[in-house]
């Protein structure tokens, strides 16, 4: 018989393999990681000029806060130091060649109402007009900043040492200040001084006669007018000039007469 020849099933065709979903995944993860990367990078070179500025403009501000607070310290002490110099510089003054402010001597002033009403350390209301009126022969007006500091203690007592010959021939001698007549009272009592010390918290007197700072405080310096309202002395001085330019004066005087 014959042999009958049997047709074999063709091979099934394997499946499709799986690697293109690995290529695929592998080819996502590539970027996916590159995009980290990328990322990462900026954000760390960001990161180094964030921290660069961060300390750049920290490091100074600590620094600025102490010297600010260090400079306000140094300034207090500074504006110590220069009063305690101007203190020392005025007991050393001599004095002035010209007159002080808008007195000249020479001047004959109008008495009425000049340089406002004043106190007495002992609360009594006064003026230079009433002041000259009492007086025999005329007023010596010496001003000094402020009661019990060193140059101004200096100052009252060398008008105190030299009362007596200073008002010899009719002078009356007063101290001149913007102090209370509370610390003016103590002032005069503690230094056993002769005569009155004047009261002018308002420096409307002061002013007057030339010797106010600008803006505020008193300038140390001495003032003498007669009874007729003619200035005989107007000048800016220390503790000691004051008193040697009063002594002066009281010479003058008379060899005058």
């Known amino acids: 018989m014959p042999v009958e ?3 074999r099933k063709a091979p099934v065709a ?3 393999p799986a690697p293109s979903k690995k290529k695929v995944a592998t080819k996502a993860k590539k970027p996916a990681g590159k995009a ?3 990322v990462k990078k900026p954000s ?15 490091a100074p501000e600590a620094p600025e806060e102490k010297e600010t607070v260090k400079d306000t310290k140094e300034s207090t002490k500074d504006d110590t130091k220069e009063e305690s110099k101007d203190d ?3 007991d050393k003054k001599k004095p002035a060649a010209a007159a002080a402010g808008k007195i000249a001597v020479g001047d004959v002033i109008d008495l009425e109402g000049f340089g406002g009403e004043i106190q007495t350390n002992d609360g009594e209301t006064t003026s230079l007009k009433k002041l000259l009126d009492d007086s025999k022969s005329g007023v010596v007006l010496f001003t000094y900043p402020k009661a019990s ?11 105190r040492d030299s009362y007596e010959p200073l008002t010899a021939d009719g002078l009356a001698i007063y101290g001149l200040s913007t102090d209370s007549t509370k610390a003016n009272t103590s002032f005069k009592e503690k230094q056993k001084l002769p005569y009155p010390l004047l009261c002018d918290p308002q420096a409307t007197l002061i002013d007057a006669i030339g010797l106010k700072k600008q ?4 300038q140390r310096g001495v003032f003498v007018v007669n009874k007729e309202g003619k200035v005989l002395v ?9 008193v040697d330019r009063v002594k002066a004066l009281v010479k003058e005087l008379k060899g005058e007469n």
């Open 234 to 242: 107007a000048e800016a001085g220390g503790p000691a000039a004051t």
């Open 44 to 58: 760390a070179k960001a990161d180094k000029p964030v921290k660069d500025d961060e300390a750049t403009e920290s």
């Open 215 to 218: 803006p505020k405080g008193t």
């Open 5 to 7: 020849l049997r047709k």
């Open 36 to 38: 980290k990367d990328e």
């Open 88 to 90: 020392k510089k005025d």
């Open 14 to 16: 394997p499946p499709a």
């Open 149 to 159: 500091t060193p140059g101004c203690t200096n100052q009252v007592c060398l008008f």
